[in-house]
């Protein structure tokens, strides 16, 4: 027998293994096996039995099958394959970031002293002598990858090869363990038949009468029960009164999070009653239904998707619940939690520990989970019989990954529904303007929710010209005078107050007014971000991280100024102007470890919290019927991004942000501050007007030819060296119009090659290309024959279908 394996390495090939006889019993696809690759042993996939014979006597055979169950099955394989090719992105590589991580094993060539180090050449070089040096403090021996992490270079090989061949080091491959294995815990029990004649003393007799009473339990509630020691266990073992055993547990995320009441015997009201009815409609079809459910803030959106998860539960299916953030996860698990058993509810997101995901992944395969709540990567998990997906807030740009593998897990949701005869729903108060041209042209089934629950009013918002507004001093306020007077109401109203900036950090920039200097990253081409409490200025591409300076590297000055605002300055002018207001920031610097963005929003949700300022993981999702008063501290800097999508984020950021106010019996208000108060976003905003922004936008976006009018394929180029990056880049951007025209008749058009917006992140100079046109099959042909010379002239390219970040 022969087995086709997928092996996570940056080429489309995958390979043929045979299968010893022992192991053939084992074999289906999605179980992972060990497997030699070269000189190394690594993991892989197995994505096909072969029955037909292979002639060919030099294919190796499979070394382990390390799992008693596959992690996939063949319906999963079909759709990890359509997302390779469409995405251009290897197989080995699309597994090895859609399954759970930690659980590879691989060998790596590990370095000790040799038999020689005592007569070793005095004349060795200085790189020499410095491996030398480091392996002799590892007497087990030093992995090759922490060597060329230690000495902080990659070339070492020639050096290597030197000391080996004098017998000064010696070379081995060695298997590393996996960071995730299963976890066991020891149960004990009694044996079926107690051998008769046994002499039992006091204590063995009671140990024996709480396992008849109780039956099997773990060793540690055994001895929560009785205090006993290990001997008195090991002496019932031999003697056969009782056997001790290992049973593999499963690890979770934890307990199910308490934010908010939530009531169970919600009545729905006739809007959201059509809504669901029509939902219904799409699942008995048993047919793909895509749909997208437009609600305004408020209008009842989850409660409408738990009664549709009900339904799939009712007919044995499953679902998956995706939401943009992990922040977001905490309140809709209470939610959820409340609603449905424990027991059928997994959580997948990078904030949980592989031991979890990796768990909880067995758990869902196995079909003892039918609901899974999470982030983006949650939309892969193998549930059963899957019958509804639920991709809220579906405007969201958190859904696309930026890295490796560069998808968008709304789109893979409508693609993965497509396949498995599913219904999709994709809901928002702010669809994205390509999901509402295709409910406008029929694709999808519009639903839609025009009026909050209970008929409370939206917010009404106020417009603040900072073009107009003054400091004592003559400046432009970080917080205009409408803003301060409306919190300090909201205080004594006993309400609460949301500050929103997408901005972290204290200031933006720091410089020297003298000569002009700006404290930037030496890794990157932006400006550092000064972090006053820890008197920090940070990248936040690289995380390059120096101490404030108290002097200009440049002229020697000492007048450092600073210009700019993030979530750190506005905490600092909030508690000077509410000394006595109980304020929290939540943003990615105090969200740093788990449980973090639960324990601020438990807070808001006491009512522990007055004001909470924070970036964009506040806007989103959040019912805090305590907030009436949301400030927008700065509504213009998504306007000013060089992106097509600029206008359409920053219309859903207000609207989304604004409708966090006034959630519950109190009407809500609303205060943006912008320099651009005529902009037609900023209008729109005011008025929660979606269908005027529509209109607005969507001929902008037929005159300049982008999506939804167009497909688009990003190439990102970087390169060490900026002279030699820009002269390989030139030459295929020569080579993309020349595929273009010879393979499209010119239908393709190629936009760039030009300096990304971001032109050096990591020590790395950067470029890009953009591949246009109506169809997405000829551009996916020229970005697969330019991606064919990748790595050459120290190029590094990265493909994005369908990009979202263009800097």
Not at 126 to 140: A, D, T
Not at 352 to 370: F, L, N, P, T
Not at 744 to 753: L, N, R, S, Y
């Amino acid at each position: 027998m022969f087995v086709r394996v997928a092996i996570a390495i940056p080429t489309p090939k995958t390979f043929t293994y045979a299968v010893p006889e022992t192991s053939v019993p084992a074999v289906v696809v999605g179980k992972r096996v060990l497997v030699p690759f070269g000189k190394r042993r690594v993991t892989g996939f197995i994505l096909e039995v072969l029955t037909l014979t292979v002639c060919d006597q030099t294919v190796k055979e499979i070394l382990d099958l390390p799992d008693p169950e596959p992690l996939f099955g063949p319906e999963d394989l079909v759709f990890y394959e359509w997302i390779s090719r469409y995405y251009l992105h290897p197989l080995g590589k699309v597994l090895g970031e859609i399954l759970p991580g930690g659980i590879s094993v691989k060998s790596d060539r590990w370095l000790c002293l040799g038999e020689s180090t005592g007569k070793a050449d005095p004349h060795l070089s200085s790189g020499q002598k410095e491996i030398l040096e480091l392996v002799s403090r590892f007497p087990e021996g030093i992995p090759l990858s922490r060597l060329r992490r230690t000495l902080g270079k990659n070339d070492v090989y020639e050096d290597l090869r030197f000391l080996e061949t004098a017998g000064l080091v010696v070379t081995e491959e060695r298997l590393n363990r996996p960071h995730v294995r299963p976890k066991k815990e020891k149960w004990v029990g009694l044996t079926e038949e107690i051998p008769p004649g046994i002499h039992l003393t006091a204590r063995h007799s009671t140990l024996v009468g709480i396992l008849k009473e109780h039956g099997e339990m773990t060793v540690g509630n055994l001895r929560e029960i009785f205090n006993y020691n290990a001997a008195s266990l090991r002496t019932l073992g031999k003697k056969g009164v009782l056997h001790l055993y290992e049973k593999e547990i499963s690890r979770g995320p934890g307990p199910m999070p308490t934010i908010g009441s939530h009531e169970n015997g919600i009545t729905l009201n006739e809007a959201q009653a059509v809504v669901l009815d029509e939902i219904r409609e799409c699942l008995t079809s048993s047919r793909f239904s895509p749909c997208l459910l437009h609600g305004v803030t408020g209008s009842g959106k989850t409660e409408v998707y738990l009664r549709a998860i009900a339904e799939v539960l009712r007919s044995d299916g499953g679902a998956i619940y995706l939401v943009p953030e992990i922040a977001l996860t905490a309140q809709l698990l209470s939610r959820i939690g409340n609603r449905f058993p424990e027991r059928e509810i997994a959580v997948l997101h990078s904030g949980i520990s592989q031991g979890a995901r990796y768990d909880q992944w067995k758990r869902i395969r196995r079909g003892e989970v039918r609901v899974v709540v999470g982030a983006r990567s949650a939309l892969f998990a193998p549930v059963r019989n899957l019958r509804l997906i639920v991709v809220d807030e579906e405007h969201d740009s958190s859904y696309k990954q930026d890295d490796r593998l560069r998808y968008n897990a709304r789109d893979l949701a409508l693609v993965r529904g497509r396949f498995l005869q599913a219904t999709v729903i994709l809901g928002s108060a702010t669809p994205a303007v390509q999901s509402y041209f295709h409910a406008d042209e029929g694709r999808y089934r519009y639903l839609t929710l025009p009026a909050r629950i209970d008929d409370r009013p939206l917010p009404q918002v106020e417009v603040v010209d900072l073009r107009t507004e003054r400091d004592e001093r003559g400046l432009t306020p970080l917080l205009s005078r409408t803003l301060i007077e409306a919190i300090r109401k909201t205080l004594a109203d006993g309400q609460q107050t949301l500050l929103f900036l997408n901005r972290r950090g204290f200031h933006t920039y720091l410089f020297c007014p003298d000569c002009g200097h700006v404290f930037s990253c030496p890794n990157c081409d932006i400006s550092l971000t000064h972090h006053a409490s820890e008197g920090i200025m940070k990248c936040h591409h690289c995380d390059f991280t120096a101490k404030t300076a108290a002097l200009c590297p440049s002229c020697k000055g000492s007048r450092i100024r600073s210009l700019g605002a993030g979530t750190e300055r506005v905490e600092e002018e909030a508690r000077k102007l509410f000394p006595t207001a109980r304020i929290a920031r939540m943003d990615s610097d105090t969200t740093t470890r788990q449980g973090d963005s639960e324990k601020i929003l438990s807070g808001l949700d006491r009512g522990e919290i007055d004001i909470l300022i924070g970036t964009q993981m506040i806007t989103k999702g959040h019912d805090f019927p305590a907030i009436t008063l949301v400030g927008v501290v700065a509504a213009d800097a998504s306007l000013n991004i060089p992106d097509f999508r600029g206008a359409e984020r920053t219309f859903q950021i207000l609207t989304q942000v604004s409708g966090r106010g006034g959630r519950g019996d109190q009407p809500g208000r609303v205060v943006i501050q912008t320099f651009n108060p005529g902009h037609y976003i900023i209008r729109r905003a005011q008025e929660h007007d979606f269908a005027g922004f529509y209109s607005d936008e969507l001929p902008l976006r037929r005159q300049l030819a982008y999506p939804p009018f167009s497909r688009l394929i990003g190439l990102h180029f970087s390169s060490l060296k900026k002279d030699e990056g820009k002269r390989a880049v030139a030459k295929i951007g020569a080579q993309a119009r020349e595929m273009a025209r010879i393979m499209t008749g010119g239908k393709t058009e190629v936009i760039g090659p030009a300096e990304s917006p971001l032109s050096r992140i990591r020590g790395r100079h950067r470029w890009q290309l953009l591949l246009r046109g109506k169809e997405s099959r000829p551009l996916h042909l020229i970005a697969q024959k330019l991606m064919e010379g990748a790595g050459r002239d120290g190029l590094e390219i990265q493909v994005d279908v369908d990009p979202v970040n263009f800097m």
